[in-house]
């Protein structure tokens, strides 16, 4: 399954040190492989789904055969969720 990135999940990986942004590329790599793994669990007031990988959570949806990345943050941070909902209107 092909995995599309949004802008802003591009920059903040960008802005990582280099172990954790190969420990995220890998987790949303194994996505492709398995959109619907046991740890992953759907966002409640979004149509979205959401997996953690260390202290980082990864916000993606799955559309037209592929996998689309909407936002990578801070697990505990109400940011994400934030930026999400400005998003999606």
Known sequence: MPIKLSKHAIKFLKHLPPK??????RRITELAQNP???DVRKMSGFDCL????????IVYSMRDDSI?????????????YRKLKRMLK
């Open 68 to 80: 689309f990345v909407w936002l990578v943050g801070k697990r505990n941070d109400d940011e994400v």
């Open 20 to 25: 954790q942004e190969y420990q995220l590329v």
């Open 50 to 57: 959401r997996v953690d990988s260390g202290e980082y959570r």
């Open 36 to 38: 619907i793994a046991p």
